[in-house]
């Protein structure tokens, strides 16, 4: 056959036709998968290893195909996953795990007992890597008698039950993880979950089939397509191109704009995960006055309503509606004059500005970088000179950790279980390397609550110590964020107040 | 004498390549960023983020880190993903073959684009023609690719939604290939369907890529095109009754093709380079996109990697460079 130049460009032309018109999982398709065009790569498949399994976005991904030893209704509230009951003794040294029977694994082998055993100890184990580790290392001697498994505490941790419905609180299959190893788990993973890993084309697409054993009942769809996308106007032009059916995380201006599109809908749900500043107790924020004149002078309202087109509910503590410990009465009003007032009882005025600097990234979170000029604008009409860094959110993790944070930091906190551990808990306790105030005043008060037995208790401790933090401006709560997802109109979807958009939670309207 | 010439070349490359090894391996490790603080979870103490930074080697000195990691590079291995837990070796040959497939596709783009706004400038020199070339490559120019990629994708994924604007491979589609070259692999196995996939989802973010550079190529082949016309030789074809594009296209191009093939040699190692931001927006699965997560994730192993696949990238790509200039130019074989 002879190759002319006439010939390649007409077969160029019609190559390309066939792959953009062609019958190759054409959008207009009827009966074709659902397509998500998800905001984040999914980099390994083992969830309890590694920084992807402490990601709170990709365990939307990990639920899809993997069962949670405790599973997590819409609300936050708790339910059963493979551990169908679970609780404590009496005084709280041992626990019980009543497992699921009639379980079965995507390669059809049977989950039995063993398995939880076998990935408790494990999550346990130093060497795994996993980093919850110290969480899971605090049961151990495990004994399993029939369905029942129990262990010995040995060392109290009252929201136990809670990290077993979060991160890193996977079952995997021990016999099939030991054969295979992790290398080949990541090849091809399985798990109990209602989806099957039928394709995984890293950085680019997951493919998932429905599990048809599964004991939660089969999906409604059966094929489930993951794209990462991870550029926010990518994902728009996916969905509005059709080439997606469900995406979420989008600037609210799109969000807005898309759901009034013919065809297309929109939920818009408070999550799990708030903005807040923390405080570092350094120069000037050691004087109570600068710390409640900066938390009283902004105007959280009005940061939510005009930049963030009131999608947002501004907060007062690092406790959302949703979670245990939240308490309505705790409120940090929004009073100029009388924040004014104590900067100049501070010795401070807009002639004499107080000075610091305040850390933000720029495009982490919706709006953050211009959520934090909109503060030190209202701060400025106060007599507060703010001086904004921009840092990537690694840099934040660094300063954090090692205690260097600015005066004032921008930051996003997430608590899917919601409990006031996980979040006043490790955000304000001083040894914590999650907390920038490092107050003996906040350390005495938050460290008879990390073992107490008594819940109700515990409960109201942590809204003592919100209440404290509030009277005396250690963090500046600012707004529990919420997470758009646009969708066909042929579609139902499910939030979930954790953020997690898990496809069986998706089905044909 | 050219097999003489490239062993020479590639040992000469050894020395960059070390060096680009221990620069890249130190400031990695100075930059801010912490990899560990990164996966440190809530409750974590100070003895549970020193196990976790025992765990990754990260305990140790930078020079005791390089002495490891260099031992091990020369066997081959050069570590495991801290995000990823995969062999760094293993993750960039299966992610180099896509941003390969993706650079040349662009760069056959540009050539062509190029050559066609140069020879019809040339063809319509001092007329509508030339000042539209003009025109045009300027505005090319003018764009930088990501701007280019976000046009395209408006236009061509969402206005006009005729062509993929995510991925390589439409996700229904199970290619079962042997290698990752899967447009080489498509169409040397007459998969014409999936080669058309591929080619899709190729297009626009070679377009993206392409038309700067085409722009590039166009202006200066232009350029020494019109030099060329003005040769003696081609007065000659002229005379014996040769068309004016046969001139063009038989006679003077290859002569004019020099400068620009220096030009679009040099341009291809920062093409490639700009495939890491056109891979994000596309979400192509290729060695960009994956440099990106790894550095928002601080994987240093990974980084590490990925830099010196770059570095290796270069050093063949201007290997083989000389390798054209010296079969364009017999002159230059034996300077």
Known sequence: MQLTRRGLVVGGLALTAAGSFGGLGSAAAQGRPLTIAFNVNLPSWDPTVGPSAVNPTIQALYQSVFDQYIGQKPDLSFTGGLIEKWGWNDDKTKIFLDVRKGVTWHDGSPFTPEDVVWSLERAGKVETGNPIQFVWAKIGNFAIDGQRVTADVKEFEPALFKWMAFLTGYVLPKAYYTKVGAEGFEQKPIGTGPYMVDQFERNAFLRLKANPNYWGGKPAIDTVIFKFVTDASARVAEIESGAADVTLEIPYEEYDRLKAKKGLKGVATPVSDIGMIFITDVDPMLDKRVRLAAATSIDKKALVDRLLRGYGVPLDTLQTPEYEAYDASIKVPYDPAKAEAMLKEAGFSKDKPVKFKIQTTRGFKPKDYEMVQAIVGMWRRIGIEADIEVYEIAKHYELRAAHKLAPAAFYNWGNAIGDPSTSTGHAMFGPSPHCAWKGQDTVERIAPLWDEKDEAKRIAGYKAVDRYIAENGLVIPLLQYVQPIVFRDTLTVTPYVSGSLQPQAIKTA | ?335
Do not use: C
Request: net charge positive; hydrophobic share 60%.
């Open chain 2, 1 to 335: 004498m050219i097999v003489r010439q490239v062993l020479s070349r590639l040992l000469q490359a050894l020395p960059t390549l070390v060096g680009v090894a221990v620069l890249v391996f130190v400031l990695v490790r100075v930059v801010p960023g912490d990899p560990i603080a990164m996966m440190i979870a809530p409750g974590a103490s100070p003895d549970d983020i020193a196990r976790l930074r025992g765990l990754y080697g990260l305990d140790r000195s930078i020079p005791e880190q390089f002495a490891i990691w260099a031992g091990r590079a020369l066997a081959g291995d050069f570590g495991t993903s801290i995000s990823l837990r995969q062999s760094v070796m293993s993750l960039v040959l299966a992610r180099l073959p896509s941003t390969l497939e993706l650079a040349v596709f662009a760069t056959v783009i540009a050539i062509a684009l190029g050559t066609a706004l140069a020879v019809f400038g040339v063809r319509h020199r001092g007329r509508l023609g030339e000042a539209a070339t003009d025109a045009a490559t300027g505005f090319a120019l003018s764009v930088p690719d990501f701007i280019w990629a976000l046009l395209l994708m408006l236009v061509f994924g969402v206005l006009a939604p005729l062509l993929p604007i995510s991925g390589r491979l439409d996700p229904s589609v199970d290619p079962g290939f042997v290698t990752r070259f899967y447009l080489v692999e498509a169409l040397l196995r007459g998969r014409v369907a999936v080669a058309g996939d591929l080619v899709a989802h190729l297009l626009l973010p070679a377009l993206a890529l392409a038309l700067p550079l085409a722009a590039m190529i166009g202006r200066v082949l232009k350029s020494s095109l019109a030099e060329e016309m003005l040769q003696d030789y081609v007065m000659l074809a002229r005379v014996k009754g040769f068309s004016r594009w046969r001139i063009i296209l038989g006679e003077a191009l290859r002569n004019a093709a020099i400068p620009a093939v220096s030009l679009t040699g040099v341009q291809f190692t920062f093409l490639v380079g700009g495939t890491v931001l056109i891979e994000k927006i596309f979400s192509f699965p290729g060695i960009g996109n994956l440099a990106i997560d790894a550095v928002i994730n601080r994987d240093l192993p990974l980084i590490q990697g990925l830099i010196l696949v770059f570095a290796l990238m270069f050093i063949v790509i201007n290997l083989g460079l000389d390798l054209v200039y010296a079969a364009l130019n017999p002159r230059l074989r034996h300077g």
